[in-house]
């Protein structure tokens, strides 16, 4: 099998294949019941398992991942998305937030192997409240559920986001309203995110995220 470099600075693919791939920062070892392709050197990142990878798959057309970037992870959740964001990153660090300390206790468990990964217990929506523990980042990336997901994205990229820096903001248009369709929740949120960002691209996530969307913005 022969795996080859895509346009997106970090991912690899198998040649004629569209399966997306990872350079593994721990070779041989995998976290979350992942593929593994040579020898434990690549894993696969699925694209019904991560609205990042879903993204990609769907065109996304810009890549703002460089190999030392410093990341802000809102709503990290068990830390599927951030270990392959580690493996793109590996000379960068990732400061991985969550509000529920079960799921945090396995971010723990995955900071152990991958340095490159800060666990943090807080809640995204105050930013305040872990402002001494993050410094001003590249890219911030949230994957929140709750009603108020573009204002939680919009504050912590005011507060947090370097200047040209990029934001990736995945809607989930349920945890908003779910008596408005889709798309409507998702043309709010442009509305809400064009006030204070650029939006650069965007792209609606369906097969692989029913009634999810993508936004990617860049701080002015």
Request: aromatic residues 12%; positive net charge.
């Amino acid at each position: 099998m022969e795996i080859v470099k895509t346009r997106f600075d970090g991912i690899f693919s198998e040649k004629d294949n569209k399966k997306l791939l990872t350079q593994n920062l721990t070779p041989g070892l995998r976290f979350f019941d992942e593929d593994l392709y040579q020898n434990g050197e690549y894993r696969l990142f699925d694209s019904r398992r991560s609205k990042l990878a879903a993204a990609i798959s769907k065109g996304l057309s810009q890549w703002p991942f460089r190999k030392d970037n410093v990341m802000l992870y809102l709503g990290a959740s068990h830390g599927y998305t951030p270990s392959f964001i580690s493996d793109i990153i590996p000379d960068g660090f990732i400061f991985a937030i969550d509000f529920a300390p079960r799921v945090v206790r396995d971010l723990v468990f995955l900071a152990e192997q991958r340095k490159n990964i800060a666990p943090i217990l807080a809640d995204a929506n105050k930013p305040e409240s872990y402002l001494h523990r993050v410094s001003q980042v590249d890219i911030v990336y949230q994957d929140v559920a709750q009603r108020n997901q573009a204002e939680i994205f919009i504050k912590n990229c005011n507060t947090f986001l370097k200047s040209g820096g990029f934001g990736f903001l995945a809607v989930k248009a349920r945890s908003v309203d779910i008596t408005k369709k889709p798309k409507v929740i998702f043309q709010e949120a442009r509305e809400l995110l064009e006030k204070e960002l650029v939006v650069v691209d965007y792209r609606e996530l369906e097969p692989f995220e029913k009634d999810h969307a993508m936004f990617l913005c860049k701080k002015r």
